[in-house]
């Protein structure tokens, strides 16, 4: 069976484009780096298929399994998934990247933190897991959450070295 790289690649960039996309954009959206994006457009012949086809099909909003449709002569379907009430949408949060976006997309929701900082400031923690997680893999990435959320919430209990009471 033929794969038609060039093909894959006329498509990822109609998809961006028709997105308003940069590569640089999509590249961010789909955390690869540009020079992928490029390759992929490119049409560059591969043995097999990157893992970061995945990536940028997810991050075009296709549904998984489309590159692959598009390798073999169809056609990528769109995902159109009705909003998600766990997940900001981009109008909810003027000026958040891409990328968190596409991040708050995929996966299940493993928990929230919200840690003060000075003043007003707070910082907002969102920890995702991986789809189509296993249930020990869940209870392993919770761990581990557990840990790292103990050792930011002490990090407030440490001297600030710049404050001049100290």
Do not use: Y
Request: net charge negative; aromatic share 2%.
């Amino acid at each position: 069976m033929s794969r038609d790289w060039v093909r894959l690649g006329h498509a990822i960039e109609a998809a961006r484009d028709a997105k308003g996309m940069t590569q640089v954009a999509l590249a961010v959206a789909a955390d690869v780096s540009e020079s992928t994006i490029q390759n992929l457009e490119a049409g560059k012949a591969r043995v097999r298929q990157p893992p970061s086809v995945k990536k940028v099909e997810a991050a075009l909003g296709w549904t998984p399994g489309s590159a692959d449709a598009v390798l073999a002569g169809g056609d990528p379907t769109t995902a159109t998934p009705g909003p998600r009430e766990d997940v900001p949408q981009a109008g909810d949060q003027p000026g958040l990247p891409l990328r968190i976006i596409q991040e708050l997309s995929d996966g299940p929701l493993l928990d929230t933190t919200v840690l003060p900082l000075s003043g007003d400031s707070r910082m907002v923690i969102v920890v995702k897991g991986t789809p189509d997680a296993s249930p020990e893999q869940i209870r392993r990435d919770l761990t581990a959450w557990a840990k790292a959320q103990s050792a930011l919430q002490n990090l407030d209990h440490e001297p600030d070295p710049s404050d001049p009471a100290n």
